[in-house]
């Protein structure tokens, strides 16, 4: 005796397969439209375009209708926008599938020597921690930080951080001769200890300097599951 049928619609939307994946995509096109929002030609469409299979009612003449140009820009223009925002889903959903920790946003200020400490031993132990110890009236130290800023957004899996060597407790370590001093941990062991990272770069220095300068020692990971985004390619579709 064979089982209760099970209608394709109520499938969840983790199978495997172009299948699977083409009903992913429909369900989260349609959920993912603020329906309120668009004029009801639009949002019908939408519907139409976004449904596995025409409703029984609908006619077979409607399912062989011509989409009219007009018809044709408006599915477009709205696919366009789902689908940037289903490829970020689905790359977060693999990040965290893949158990490669959590994510991070910007610069992180430290502001005491117990944040210091907290973070390099309490962050998640596949994190790498990027520490950058600075005093603002260093040379470098200011151009070190807006390098930091820029690749934290690179590589939002990596949480960079900085914290004044007046603030750390230990400013009798980090006096200004020493200074700016990049730390890297993960899983609360130093990986990286460069004092005068200035040194290793030239006079003028940018993000790519200082990035090809971490890749060097293999201090970054791949960008392969890089979950920032391009910013670029989100405006255009906005």
């Known amino acids: 005796m064979s089982g ?66 007009q018809e044709y820009e408006l599915i477009k223009e709205e696919d366009e926008k789902c689908l940037h925002r289903y490829r970020k889903q689905c790359m977060q959903e693999m990040h965290e599938r893949l158990s490669f920790g959590p994510t991070f946003e910007g610069m992180h200020d430290l502001e005491s020597g117990k944040a210091f400490l907290e973070v390099i031993e309490k962050e998640h132990p596949l994190t790498v921690v990027v520490v950058h110890i600075y005093e603002e009236e260093v040379k470098g130290c200011e151009a070190l930080n807006n390098c930091f800023t820029c690749l934290a957004t ?25 200074l700016p001093t990049i730390l890297v941990y993960k899983s609360g ?17 940018f993000a790519v300097d200082v990035e090809a300068f971490l890749n060097e020692y293999g201090l970054l990971p791949e960008k392969d599951f890089n979950l920032g985004g391009n910013e670029e390619e989100e405006a255009d579709v906005e």
């Open 154 to 178: 690179e590589y939002p899996t990596v949480k960079f951080c900085k914290i004044k060597a007046s603030r750390t407790g230990a400013d009798d370590r980090f006096s200004d001769d020493v």
């Open 4 to 69: 209760p049928a099970v209608d394709e619609d109520e499938l969840q939307a983790t199978h495997t397969g172009p299948k699977g994946v083409i009903n992913d995509w429909r369900k989260f096109k349609l959920e993912s439209v603020d329906q309120d929002t668009l004029p009801p030609n639009k949002r019908e469409l939408l519907r139409q375009m976004s449904s596995p299979r025409k409703p029984k009612e609908e006619g077979r003449e409607r399912v062989h209708r011509k989409m009219s140009a």
């Open 189 to 205: 062991e130093l990986l990286g200890n460069f004092l005068c990272a200035t040194q290793h770069l030239n006079e003028e220095f």
